[in-house]
């Protein structure tokens, strides 16, 4: 046993030394000079005479030995059975156990030691082999062999001050033996001798808190307990129910009590004795991190070639080219370099007791050089350390060099697997491990701010470092049970090669991307890359060179530099980054043998857990052990992810699947396949500052700058397979595939956001700037009923998603609350704080007619007055109809200050076909853009709101259709037009007899078509279509207006001027209407032409493809107006909140439920080793299916009670607000149509031959939406004419105005209604009014039989239709209503009324329709559904106003029928007030009334019977009594001929006003 200390080696050394002088003194006088010549001569080692050699042998049983580094520090080595020999030069040592120990803890444990010292080794001359470049072929050789090796640090033990204690007493202890030798000549150090070590386990542990290892143990007692102690609950609740069942009442309910007492107290001793025992049989967990080692073979070779300064310092130059080499040459303290050779079976790395290591790689092998060099530091870089010697030395200085040890490499391994696991949960464990290294090294004595991890890796190594591995996994972990093995997701590369140099790393190989959850979704490969080259480039944004890191001077604290006031002093300030970029780049198109494409696989189960997944991941983590608490006040470490400036992102690959699918049991999906494609993306990230005293973490920010994408040939397919879920829980193999879009390329191109001047002043010179811009060239859309239905379901399945995440959310019910007795408050308009900012924006101007004074208002009555007698409206300027819409004129303003979207289609074309007819209609365009602007914000009245405009032009539209039905062997073919027939028309020379044979660009003309877009028409034979709708333009427009608003665009817009008094009224012609959202949309020109089959082929479209509505969306939209019905005639609407809650409660139940199935479906299905079937498993697999299905009820029916519940208080709020204070009415929505000519040709069968033609112009549509929930709609129509296109016809025309001016300035039909809101579900009609110039009207039989034919086909005309008595038992017959309005529907109350007819359906069927009304309910219904039936079907008209309207008649009928030429009738004026109606009943009071006075008239025409008012030269004779009596003799002779007409004509002849009789 022996104790060592500095002092007593300093007495030691004293008395040695003084004795070796006291022998030189008396040696001096007997042999003067004589300690001169020895000196000479033994200094040359090759003139010494050969030593003998000593053969010793030496036995210790125990050797302790206590080296004190300082007063209250000291390193104890304890060995047993140590035994050494020494034998011809060589030297072997062996101790089967040595305990090194710091400050009294066993930090190194050595078993089974062996070393020994051999002048050479056959095994290490093997070892050179690998190795061309070495030199020296043999060398002396230390070899170490230890059985294990365990390394453990006890918690927050501070092993640096120890360890920096010891190694500064080392270098006091040099330079004490070696100054000496020091002043002598430097001889050149002899070769170092080889390593050779075998270790057969090695461990490195740092133990855990007791505290946190107790707490953990104790919690999952706890959890084990509450599940034991509920079984014994059970069991004892079962016998008192056997209790009570056996003596029933004459048990006592104390007894009971005694009973459940007792085993309350028996469950605490149980837990207070399991407490006990808990590590009676276990020992206590106490590792926190464990890193072991198996298998270990590690071999360092040296050689003459890199021995020695010089060699040393080439090699660094050839390891390290990247880095700029001192031109003054380097001063090295310390220089080395090796051959190394690693041999590693396992590598396992764990953190606690988690599941899953955090690194475990198997069998590694590495080859390289290793170069470790320490820079000889200035005297500004020496640190000084004080020893303690006491008296008589006093305190000794040593100085230690501060420049760290640098590592430079080129390194070559193959690993067999390498694993690392990863998860946000270990994080607070990793930042405890992370403090206990720490504490392994003592930090640097500048004071500068230490380096983080990832520019201290910079500093300290360097060089290339090359990986084989043949299987490499990462697993990021999902959830935040940090013990959980099934939630991860499992990155697997095979056959990576992974090159790691300075700023760059490379990976290649095939990568595999999979989720692990437990459910049947496991093994999900969503992501299929295969040869994969992935880059990842790092570009360090430093103040000086990034590889500079010679240049890096460490300083003493005393020996700082000055700085300037408020800088801190920072060595590494030119070194330490600011900033990381880092560029991703994928390459997919190196060629190999592999015939495996890139694949997507997509559910949407995977990405909703990719949704927690992220969320799991960007949570923000709690400081671990941090504070005054924890004596650790060291400021936090920065993040890796907020030390990114700017991320950009590259994507080569030759050809792209990915597939998308609803789930298993909906086999419903999206696949999506593209040839070759380039992505590109930049993001940059910035990190904002949260306000407030308290110190918080920086809010990052990621904002995309750019985006480039290049897809070439993308297909994209619909499919859906036959059969539902399959038992085994795969998807189905056979799949239907159907198209829906294809392409031959798309760009899509997204630039960087400006500040605004930067975008006004490079905007003005390039208008075509677009912050998104996507261009498609040759887009082919289909859209069938199968497209539709697979579309909707897929929607569907979204849709019900997002409602179940929304409705079972915390937020579903909040804010509903409404407080009846708070007064409303309007909003006060804020003023914004902003400096001397640039002219205020004026809102854009919405009307652009002149502006016109007093004398306008005077100018406009008066042309009023003027035109009273003639039947036109006229407008109120002499402008162009479309320059009067309000959207192009919001359109037009010139305040844009982003032009954020544009999208361009070149040659697009989209088939559609329906569900009743065949054949399809091919919808074409040349050009397509649309573009979104923003504009500046501006004040609308006292409201500063922010404008985006939309829109859509479309140049070149063209309509085709098939002319007769398709054969069905081509149903599955898809027809597509040639691009020279999409695209722009031009000049072209007419060369072959094809060409000479097409009709040009003409309507009707006929086209041919391709199945297959690669291969021209004429090579396939496919079928031909018809132009139905030629070239045409056709323009889109919408407008919105939101308060979010850039707080930057905010505070440079100048407050309105707030006026004190304001007297001035303003005009209502120049009123303004503010900010209104305006859609509209103009047709310029039409030319149409159809035959009957395709006009049913459009309406089969309109009905089942555009118009659809979904049998589940109808039968939901019925479940919510009974819902609403019920909360109406509810007295106490908030009993339905408790309800709600506990409909979350139960469809939550379900989820959890679901859940807990699917996971013991998966581990049903791990435990089978072979597909074979199992009855639990199918079992399970029908109660999953039956809690989807329970799952989707009660969540539709939530979804239903939340919206009902919410519309309701949310009206209910409103009607108060209503109620408190009047606020001015202003209009909200505006939508517009307008067409400026349209020319339909009604054809034949055949295309070509006419039958009508219909012309309309300036037709105009626009519905005015109020903040009061009212709306006014106005259709307008310029002028209309009808011609006859049919032989010999006799009328040309068929139809038009009698007035033959067509002046931009006219109207010919006009029609307002102005609607209120629903009351009770019934639709309220405010005022209806329809205007009409006097029609001429010539017709004839045959004309009408064809249109009938035309429009109606397969109808028998010979349809009998209601009599005259009928219609009068059942309708009112004029203006103000004598009968209730019940009276106009059959007078059985029980008869169920169905849902509304339109006005067509009401006037072309006969009784048969209004009988429909009267049929039987299938199933009964309740109060609710009969006011949500006759709500549905009626509405409410308050005031109808239809003026007269001359007409002149003409009819041409068959040989024996009437013809009548140049009859002048003239409907009535009706007004109707306060009816509520159906719109059946109110098209047969028109029909009823018109036909009451037109029959009348056409009677008295036909006898020549002129009214009363009509004779004025008898009138001036007779009295006024004549008058009276001769209007009566021939109002009854009329009435006599009318009956006697009626039932004396012939059966066969027909009238202009009914069928036969």
Same mark, same amino acid.
């Given at each position: 046993m022996v104790l060592w200390s500095p002092p007593d080696h300093m007495y030691l050394y004293q008395h040695v030394l003084a004795t070796l002088q006291c022998?030189?003194?008396?040696?001096?006088?007997?042999?003067?000079g004589a300690p001169a010549e020895p000196a000479l001569e033994v200094s040359p080692r090759e003139a010494a005479p050969p030593k003998r050699l000593l053969n010793l042998t030496l036995e210790v049983s125990t050797a302790k030995l206590t080296t004190f580094v300082a007063e209250d520090k000291f390193i104890t080595l304890v060995a047993e059975s140590v035994s050494l020999s020494r034998h011809a030069g060589s030297l072997q040592v062996y101790?089967?156990?040595?305990?090194?120990?710091?400050?009294?803890?066993?930090?190194?444990?050595?078993?089974?030691?062996?070393?020994?010292?051999?002048?050479?080794?056959?095994?290490?001359?093997?070892?050179?082999?690998?190795?061309?470049?070495?030199?020296?072929?043999?060398?002396?050789?230390?070899?170490?062999?230890?059985?294990?090796?365990?390394?453990?640090?006890?918690?927050?033990?501070?092993?640096?001050?120890?360890?920096?204690?010891?190694?500064?007493?080392?270098?006091?202890?040099?330079?004490?033996?070696?100054?000496?030798?020091?002043?002598?000549a430097p001889s050149p150090a002899p070769l170092p001798p080889d390593l050779l070590i075998k270790v057969q386990h090695f461990s490195w542990v740092f133990l855990d808190d007791i505290f946190e290892v107790k707490l953990r143990d104790n919690y999952e007692l706890m959890k084990d307990e509450s599940k034991e102690s509920a079984k014994r609950l059970q069991l004892l609740d079962a016998k008192v129910a056997a209790l009570r069942k056996q003596h029933g009442e004459l048990l006592p309910a104390r007894k009971i009590e005694e009973l459940y007492a007792s085993l309350e107290r028996k469950n605490i001793e149980i837990y207070i004795q399991r407490s006990r025992r808990l590590y009676g049989n276990t020992p206590m967990r106490r590792a926190l991190l464990t890193w072991s080692l198996a298998g270990l073979e590690l071999v360092a070779l040296a050689d003459a070639s890199f021995h020695g300064p010089e060699q040393v310092l080439k090699q660094i130059r050839e390891l390290d080219p990247s880095s700029p080499f001192p031109s003054e040459g380097l001063e090295l303290s310390i220089q080395w370099?090796?051959?190394?050779?690693?041999?590693?079976?396992?590598?396992?790395?764990?953190?606690?007791?988690?599941?899953?290591?955090?690194?475990?790689?198997?069998?590694?092998?590495?080859?390289?050089?290793?170069?470790?060099?320490?820079?000889?530091?200035?005297?500004?870089?020496? +640190?000084? #350390?004080?020893?303690h010697l006491g008296l008589p030395w006093g305190d000794v200085v040593v100085e230690r060099n501060m420049p760290p040890l640098k590592f430079y490499h080129d390194f070559r391994s193959e690993v067999f697997q390498y694993t690392v696991v990863w998860g946000p949960c270990w994080d607070p464990a990793w930042t405890l491990i992370g403090q206990s290294v720490d504490l392994l090294t003592?930090?640097?004595?500048?004071?500068?701010?230490?380096?983080p991890w990832w520019d201290k890796s910079r500093l300290l190594f360097h060089g290339d470092w090359h990986m084989d591995i043949e299987q490499a996994n990462l697993h990021q972990l999902a959830t935040e049970d940090p013990y959980n093995t099934t939630e991860n997701m499992h990155w697997e590369w095979s056959h990576l090669f992974f090159h790691w140099k300075p700023g760059q790393f490379v990976f290649k190989g095939d990568l595999d991307v999979n989720v692990r959850t437990a459910s049947k979704y496991d093994d999900c490969c969503f992501l299929h890359l295969p040869d994969l080259c992935m880059t990842l480039d790092l570009q360090w944004l430093c103040h000086g060179n990034p590889h500079d890191h010679h240049s890096v001077i460490l300083r003493a604290p005393e020996f700082l530099p000055e700085v300037s006031l408020g800088q801190l002093h920072d060595s590494y300030r030119a070194f330490r980054s600011e900033n990381l970029n880092l560029s991703i780049k994928m390459d997919l198109t190196r060629h190999s043998g592999t015939m495996s494409q890139p694949r997507i696989l997509l559910y949407s189960s995977t990405l909703r857990w990719m949704q927690n997944f992220w969320a799991t991941w960007t949570s923000v983590t709690r400081p671990i052990c941090r504070g005054k608490l924890f004596n650790n006040m060291k400021p936090g470490k920065k993040k890796l992810g907020q030390h990114y400036k700017q991320l950009s992102y590259t994507a080569l690959f030759p050809q792209l699947q990915v597939h998308y699918w609803a789930s298993f049991a909906q086999q419903r999906g999206i696949q999506v396949e593209c040839s070759q494609g380039h992505v590109f993306t930049r993001g940059t990230q910035r990190l904002i500052p949260q306000a407030g005293t308290v110190m918080r973490r920086l809010i990052s920010e990621w904002s995309v700058t750019q985006m480039v994408s290049d897809l070439s040939q993308v297909t994209v397919h619909l499919m859906a397979s036959p059969s539902d879920e399959s038992s085994d829980h795969r998807l189905d193999l056979l799949v239907t595939k159907t198209h829906l879009l294809s392409l031959s390329s798309l760009t899509y191109q997204r630039h960087s956001n400006r500040t605004v001047e930067e975008e006004? !002043?490079?905007?003005?010179?390039?208008?075509?700037?677009?912050?998104?811009?996507?261009?498609?060239?040759?887009?082919?859309?289909?859209?069938?009923?199968?497209?539709?239905?697979?579309?909707?379901?897929?929607?569907?399945?979204?849709?019900?998603?997002?409602?179940?995440?929304?409705?079972? !959310?915390?937020? $579903?019910?909040?804010?509903?609350?409404?407080?009846?007795?708070?007064? $409303?408050?309007?909003?006060?308009?804020?003023?914004?704080? !902003?400096?001397?900012?640039?002219?205020?924006?004026?809102?854009?101007?919405?009307?652009?007619?002149?502006?016109?004074?007093?004398?306008?208002?005077?100018?406009?009555?008066?042309?009023?007055?003027?035109?009273?007698?003639?039947?036109?409206?006229?407008?109120?300027?002499?402008?162009?109809?479309?320059? #009067?819409?309000?959207?192009?004129?919001?359109?037009?303003?010139?305040?844009?200050?982003?032009?954020?979207?544009?999208?361009?289609?070149?040659n697009c074309q989209m088939v559609l076909r329906g569900a009743e007819t065949e054949g399809c209609v091919i919808v074409s365009a040349a050009k397509a853009q649309l573009l979104q602007c923003q504009h500046h914000p501006a004040w609308y009245g006292d409201t500063l709101k922010q404008k985006t405009s939309w829109t859509c032009l479309l140049d070149g539209m063209q309509y085709f259709a098939t002319t007769e039905s398709s054969p069905a062997e081509r149903d599955d073919r898809q027809l597509w037009l040639e691009v020279k027939n999409i695209e722009e028309h031009r000049e072209r020379t007419l060369d072959s007899v094809q060409e000479l044979m097409e009709s040009g660009q003409a309507v009707g003309g006929m086209v041919s078509t391709t199945t297959d877009w690669n291969q021209p028409a004429e090579a396939q034979q496919a079928q031909q279509v018809q132009r139905i709708i030629s070239r045409c333009s056709c323009r889109m427009y919408y407008i919105s207006y939101s308060h979010d608003i850039d707080p930057e665009l905010a505070t440079q817009i100048k407050p309105p001027e707030v006026h004190e008094q304001q007297e001035e009224k303003e005009d209502l012609l120049k009123k303004q209407e503010g900010a209104v959202d305006t859609f509209t949309l103009i047709h310029h020109e039409l030319e149409i032409s159809t035959n009957p089959a395709q006009y049913a082929m459009i309406l089969d479209i309109v009905n089942n493809l555009l118009l659809h509505?979904?049998?589940?969306?109808?039968?939901?939209?019925?479940?919510?107006q009974r819902v609403r019905f019920q909360l109406e005639i509810s007295s106490n609407p908030e009993e339905q909140r408790s309800s709600i809650l506990h409909l979350q409660e139960a469809v939550r139940q379900h989820v959890a439920q679901i859940r807990q199935l699917e996971k013991q479906m998966y581990s049903i299905m791990k435990s089978l080793q072979d597909d074979s079937k199992n009855e639990n498993l199918l079992d399970l697999n029908q109660k999953l299916s039956q809690e989807k299905a329970d799952l989707q009820l009660e969540s539709e029916e939530l979804n239903i009670l939340i919206r009902c519940f919410k519309d309701f208080q949310l009206q209910r709020a409103n009607k108060m607000e209503l109620r408190k204070q009047q606020e001015d009415v202003s209009v909200a929505r505006r939508t517009e149509f307008y067409f400026a000519q349209a020319r339909w040709r009604l054809t034949e069968e055949d295309g070509q031959l006419g039958i009508a033609e219909l012309e309309l112009q300036r037709f105009l549509y626009s519905k005015v939406n109020k903040s009061d929930d009212t709306a006014e709609h106005l259709l307008e129509l310029g002028w209309f004419t009808m011609n006859n296109l049919l032989p010999n016809a006799v009328y040309k025309v068929v139809l038009r105005p009698q007035s033959s001016c067509q002046s931009g300035r006219q109207l010919a039909l006009r029609l307002f209604s102005k609607v209120r809101p629903p009351v009770g579900g019934i639709s309220i009609k405010e005022h209806f009014e329809v205007n009409v110039v006097p029609l001429t009207i010539q017709l004839t039989h045959q004309f009408f039989h064809r249109m009938m034919g035309f429009f109606f086909p397969g109808r028998?005309?010979?349809?009998?239709?209601? *009599?005259?008595?009928?219609?009068? !038992?059942?309708?009112?017959?004029?203006?103000?209503?004598?009968?209730?309005? +019940? #009276?106009?529907?059959?007078?059985?109350?029980?008869?169920?009324?169905?849902?509304?007819?339109?006005?067509? #359906? *009401?006037?072309?069927?006969?009784?048969?329709?209004?009988?429909?009304?009267?049929?039987?309910?299938?199933?009964?219904?309740?109060?609710?559904?009969?006011?949500?039936?006759?709500?549905?079907?009626n509405n409410s008209f308050i005031y109808i106003k239809i003026p007269q309207v001359p007409l002149c008649v003409s009819y041409k009928g068959e040989k024996n029928s009437v013809d009548w030429g140049d009859l002048n009738l003239v409907l009535p004026c009706l007004e109707y007030h306060n009816n509520t109606w159906t719109w059946l009943d109110f098209a047969m009071a028109v029909k009823r009334d018109s036909r009451k006075a037109l029959v009348a008239q056409v009677i008295k025409e036909k006898l020549?019977?002129?009214?009363?008012?009509?004779?004025?030269?008898?009138?001036?004779?007779?009295?006024?009594?004549?008058?009276?009596?001769?209007?009566?003799?021939?109002d009854e002779k009329a009435r006599l001929l009318i009956g006697l007409s009626v039932g004396d004509k012939n059966p066969s002849k027909k009238s202009i006003f009914g069928r036969r009789k």
């Open positions: 022998r030189d003194l008396l040696r001096a006088p007997v042999e003067p101790c089967p156990e040595l305990v090194a120990g710091f400050d009294g803890n066993s930090i190194f444990n050595f078993k089974e030691v062996e070393v020994q010292l051999l002048s050479e080794l056959e095994e290490m001359i093997l070892h050179r082999n690998p190795f061309p470049s070495l030199e020296t072929l043999r060398n002396r050789v230390w070899l170490f062999s230890l059985g294990s090796v365990s390394v453990e640090f006890p918690y927050q033990y501070d092993f640096s001050r120890t360890l920096d204690e010891a190694v500064g007493v080392q270098k006091w202890l040099k330079g004490l033996h070696r100054g000496a030798r020091a002043k002598a370099c090796r051959m190394l050779k690693c041999n590693v079976k396992t590598f396992l790395v764990r953190i606690r007791d988690y599941p899953r290591y955090l690194f475990e790689i198997r069998d590694w092998r590495l080859l390289g050089r290793l170069v470790g060099t320490e820079q000889s530091g200035q005297a500004c870089s020496r +640190r000084r #350390q004080t020893l003592k930090p640097s004595a500048d004071p500068s701010a230490p380096l006004l !002043s490079s905007r003005d010179g390039d208008p075509a700037f677009h912050t998104h811009q996507l261009h498609l060239v040759d887009l082919r859309a289909s859209w069938t009923t199968t497209n539709r239905d697979i579309a909707f379901g897929l929607y569907d399945g979204y849709k019900k998603a997002a409602v179940l995440k929304r409705n079972l !959310s915390t937020e $579903a019910l909040k804010g509903l609350k409404i407080d009846p007795q708070l007064p $409303a408050k309007k909003p006060k308009r804020g003023v914004l704080p !902003s400096p001397p900012a640039p002219p205020r924006v004026n809102p854009p101007s919405l009307s652009k007619g002149p502006e016109k004074g007093s004398s306008g208002g005077a100018h406009m009555l008066r042309k009023l007055i003027e035109e009273t007698d003639k039947f036109v409206v006229f407008t109120e300027d002499e402008s162009g109809v479309s320059e #009067q819409l309000c959207g192009i004129a919001a359109c037009q303003t010139d305040d844009i200050f982003n032009r954020n979207c544009l999208i361009e289609l070149v509505v979904e049998p589940k969306r109808k039968e939901h939209s019925e479940k919510k028998s005309m010979e349809d009998e239709e209601v *009599g005259d008595e009928e219609d009068k !038992s059942k309708l009112v017959t004029t203006g103000m209503p004598v009968v209730k309005p +019940r #009276q106009l529907i059959a007078a059985d109350d029980t008869v169920s009324l169905g849902p509304g007819k339109g006005v067509a #359906q *009401g006037l072309n069927r006969g009784s048969g329709v209004r009988r429909s009304f009267r049929k039987a309910p299938e199933h009964p219904v309740d109060d609710i559904d009969k006011m949500k039936e006759r709500a549905a079907m020549r019977l002129k009214p009363a008012a009509g004779s004025e030269t008898r009138g001036k004779l007779e009295t006024k009594s004549d008058l009276n009596m001769q209007q009566q003799e021939e």
